[in-house]
């Protein structure tokens, strides 16, 4: 480094300062309590539902009624008794396994157990498929 003269700094000084503070440091308690020992006013405001669940309460009684007037029996339907009887003479005259016509209409052999016993949800296509595969209208007069 070859110069003439002496050696001099062109920085200039940095200041750095804390944000202002947000206003939810604003309400935090120790800047409260800092503002009151200062002397600053202080300004408190009660809310009027504060604390509460507004959402919850307004409506909630009319809810309940409703709830408690429901009288709707809520189950999904079932095989038919007729439906599970045609399936299995079917089955039997054409001398099939619950497994064998599971496969011939490409479902499992659990599905046919279900139709069987009457726990199944019908279900339209595979009703279908088994009058197909049994070769006999298993649901009423089309």
Same mark, same amino acid.
Do not use: F
């Given at each position: 480094m070859a110069g003439n003269g002496p050696i001099t700094q062109d920085w200039e000084p940095i200041v750095i300062r804390k944000k202002a503070p947000t206003a939810a440091a604003k309400k935090d308690e120790k800047a409260v309590n800092a503002a009151r020992r200062s002397g600053a006013e202080i300004e408190t405001v009660k809310k009027s539902s504060a604390g509460t669940n507004k959402a919850a309460s307004s409506s909630t009684s009319l809810n =309940?009624? *409703?709830l408690d007037e429901e009288t709707e +029996? /809520? =189950?999904h339907e079932r095989v038919s008794s007729e439906l599970k009887k045609n399936i299995m003479q079917a089955r039997l005259g054409k001398k099939l396994t619950q497994a064998q /016509?599971? @496969? /011939? $209409? +490409? %479902? *499992? #052999? @659990?599905v046919i157990q279900e139709y069987e016993s009457g726990k199944a $949800? #019908? +279900? @339209? @296509? $595979? $009703? =279908? *498929? /088994? %009058?197909?595969v049994l070769g006999v209208k298993l649901r009423g007069k089309k």
């Amino acid at each position: 480094m070859a110069g003439n003269g002496p050696i001099t700094q062109d920085w200039e000084p940095i200041v750095i300062r804390k944000k202002a503070p947000t206003a939810a440091a604003k309400k935090d308690e120790k800047a409260v309590n800092a503002a009151r020992r200062s002397g600053a006013e202080i300004e408190t405001v009660k809310k009027s539902s504060a604390g509460t669940n507004k959402a919850a309460s307004s409506s909630t009684s009319l809810n =309940t009624r *409703k709830l408690d007037e429901e009288t709707e +029996n /809520l =189950t999904h339907e079932r095989v038919s008794s007729e439906l599970k009887k045609n399936i299995m003479q079917a089955r039997l005259g054409k001398k099939l396994t619950q497994a064998q /016509l599971g @496969q /011939l $209409i +490409n %479902e *499992k #052999p @659990q599905v046919i157990q279900e139709y069987e016993s009457g726990k199944a $949800i #019908p +279900n @339209q @296509q $595979i $009703i =279908t *498929k /088994l %009058e197909r595969v049994l070769g006999v209208k298993l649901r009423g007069k089309k």
